[in-house]
């Protein structure tokens, strides 16, 4: 597919298009302290600092947006490895940085911690609603990084399970993996029990606070635990045949990748480059871009990205 037909036809392509007509109308009607030190907001609409926070999927899409803007004349700056969200999203409001990579639900979460909304059009719908007026975000792309609950291939087998109900007539055995904080979190513990009858018993809880990472997957693959919480673009399941159960209930929030940006520095070029960029990647893309770049032998995340830049003509200007 050409560059020309594929602008014109990513709104299109984004699943929650529908959505933005509706919060359009919302966002029509209606800072903490930031270590990174601040900055002077640039009159250059064409001049953006792009940050990430300090993982590496962050990293490799924050390039990924840093490469495609700079192939149609953007002039920008990187700022990647910030932190968490308690970092980052001041420094786009006090314009240390311009633009970053997010997610739908986590950044929802952030400003409304109560949230219950958890369908993806009800998080971007809830996520206009909330989000400060110095901050926007873009259209969402298909691909998405969110909890799950997965188990291996072979207790999936054992209790012929494939959705996260299922594991519920099993609960007294279940021995669960997660952060510490995952016995609270409304979508944690206490979710699963409400949505699915799943009631692991405190004492059958192992904290691992690794985010879903190395001794997680380590626990969950010894044994140590039953079924774990690890996030859907892992490489660790596919390279450890693992087995993420559906979530038909939507335990779960949405966590769609997003642009988050300064208002200040929104324009109409930005979107349109990064609204293509969004309307390609993919959930599967994710995954191989994590696969690519995990281990010692992986390859950069700039290397990474750039990869998938060229291979879906992003590093060429977007014709009209």
């Known amino acids: ?42 009159g250059d609409l ?50 240390s940085i311009d633009l970053i990579p997010e997610y739908t639900g986590n950044l929802l979460q952030y400003f409304d911690p109560s949230t219950e909304v958890t369908t993806p059009d009800g998080v971007l719908l809830e996520l206009f609603r909330k989000l400060p007026g110095d901050l926007s975000i873009l259209n969402p792309s298909p691909a998405e990084d969110k909890d799950t609950v997965a188990v291996t291939s072979e207790t999936a087998q054992r209790w012929n399970l494939t959705t996260i109900g299922d594991l519920a007539e099993h609960s007294a055995e279940v021995k669960f993996g997660g952060p ?31 985010g879903g990472g190395p001794a997680t997957v380590r626990a969950l693959t010894d044994g140590t635990v039953t079924a774990a919480n690890i996030f859907s673009t892992s490489p660790a399941i596919e390279e450890n045949d693992l087995v993420v159960l559906e979530d038909p209930k939507n335990n779960f929030l949405a966590a769609n990748v997003i642009p988050l940006v300064s208002s200040q520095k929104k324009s109409d070029e930005l979107k349109t480059v990064l609204d293509a960029v969004s309307a390609e990647l993919t959930t599967e893309d994710l995954i191989r871009l994590n696969t690519e770049s995990s281990g010692n032998s992986g390859i950069n995340p700039d290397e990474a990205a750039a990869n998938w830049v060229r291979e879906h003509g992003f590093d060429q200007p977007l014709q009209p």
Request: aromatic fraction near 8%; charged fraction near 20%.
């Open 1 to 42: 597919m050409n560059r020309s037909r594929r602008a014109g036809q990513a709104g299109r392509r984004v699943a929650l298009s529908a959505v933005y007509a509706l919060v359009a109308l919302i966002v029509a009607a209606c800072g903490s302290a930031n270590p990174l030190g601040g900055g002077e907001v640039s």
């Open 46 to 95: 064409k001049s953006i600092v792009v940050g990430s926070a300090d993982f590496p999927e962050s990293k490799i899409i924050g390039e990924i947006y840093a490469q495609a803007l700079e192939a149609n004349g953007f002039t920008v700056g990187r700022q990647f490895g910030i932190g968490s969200r308690e970092t980052y999203i001041p420094a786009v409001q006090d314009h």
């Open 180 to 210: 510490s904080e995952f016995i609270n979190r409304a979508e944690g513990l206490p979710g699963l029990k409400a949505n699915y009858g799943l009631d692991i018993p405190r004492s059958n809880f192992v904290a691992i606070s690794d």
